[in-house]
Nanobody
């Protein structure tokens, strides 16, 4: 098991930036792939980005490409999501998730540990 705690959410104006953090404890973090997902009001949770255990491989949902950057610091047991050029439609609760698997990393079902989420609100 790994415990995940997100932070860094808040209220920002459209065009602004936020950096989310997800601190991990428990299972060896450096062996886990990490993902970010989000859930907007009235919508299903959706994939945002993922990063492999080494940090060398990343992948983004199409609507986040060029605006969001996922990274990790294995020495600090933390994964980050830098979000730039935010839009009102980015408003959601953002969750980080961990998995020891190496495939299917854009799918919720692949992840076995989830954080509690952090709210991001983008005003127009």
């Amino acid at each position: 098991q790994v415990q995940l705690v997100e932070s860094g959410g808040g209220l920002v104006k459209a065009g602004g930036s936020l950096r989310l953090s997800c601190a991990a404890s428990g299972r060896t973090f450096s062996r886990d792939a990490m993902g970010w997902f989000r859930q907007a009001p009235g919508k299903e949770r959706e994939f945002v980005a993922r990063i492999d255990w080494s940090g060398r491989s990343t992948y983004y949902a199409d609507s986040m490409k060029g605006r969001f950057t996922i990274s990790r610091d294995n020495a600090k047991n933390t994964v980050y999501l830098q979000m730039n050029s935010l839009k009102p439609e980015d408003t959601a609760v953002y969750y980080c998730a961990a998995t020891p698997r190496t495939t299917g990393l854009s799918l919720e079902i692949t992840y076995d540990n989830w954080g509690q989420g952090t709210q991001v609100t983008v005003s127009s």
